[in-house]
């Protein structure tokens, strides 16, 4: 469940947030551009995320942690279904950066969200806020379902994201940072498969 504090930053107007400069928080950054994630297949972060949710992007919106040390955006979903694990009907998701006033933090690679969204999210419990989750591997965690003529399609963003592979010294760049997952029931129905494979 959501503070009030919190609950205050996912109804701000986004349209306030003129930010005077930009600060920026790299995570384990391979470059000046880039935040290295874990390369996973979607049935190895199925297999990862205890919560995988098929939801609706409700409202979204930064703010500072009690410390006032850093600076959060928080969005919170609507769940059309739960694909693994157990969620309430709407789940609350917290990422680094955001921008407050005149003052942001810029963290390459988090997931962006915009009101009516629909997305599938593989996620695990924030470790410092009971009750919140947090993308297990950054903007590679969320699918987007986006509707083209004939067809609803899924999709990743991977910008600001390079990849490591356990056992492999490196990084690799995605070669397309807009990635292609066919039809957005094909994609349902591999993670389904997936999270059926692992209950076995």
Do not use: C
Request: charge should be positive; proline fraction near 8%.
């Amino acid at each position: 469940m959501r503070t009030r504090q919190q609950a205050s930053y996912l109804l701000a107007p986004m349209s306030r947030l003129r930010p005077a400069f930009i600060l920026s928080a790299l995570l384990a950054p391979a470059s000046a551009l880039a935040t290295v994630v874990l390369s996973m297949s979607m049935e190895e972060m199925t297999a990862r995320a205890p919560l995988v949710v098929h939801a609706t992007v409700n409202a979204t919106g930064p703010g500072w942690d009690a410390e006032h040390a850093k600076i959060w955006t928080w969005t919170e979903l609507v769940v059309k279904d739960t694909l693994k694990g157990k969620a309430q009907p709407t789940v609350l998701v917290k990422q680094p950066g955001g921008v407050v006033g005149d003052l942001g933090m810029h963290v390459d690679g988090v997931a962006t969200f915009a009101p009516g969204e629909e997305v599938v999210l593989f996620l695990e419990p924030a470790p410092d806020e009971p009750g919140s989750w947090v993308p297990v591997a950054m903007s590679s965690s969320k699918v987007t379902f986006e509707a083209r003529p004939g067809a609803k399609l899924a999709r990743r963003d991977l910008a600001g994201l390079v990849f490591a592979r356990p056992g492999q010294k490196g990084v690799v760049q995605p070669v397309d940072e807009r990635e292609q997952l066919g039809t957005a029931d094909a994609f349902l129905a591999r993670i389904r498969a997936a999270v059926k494979k692992g209950a076995r």
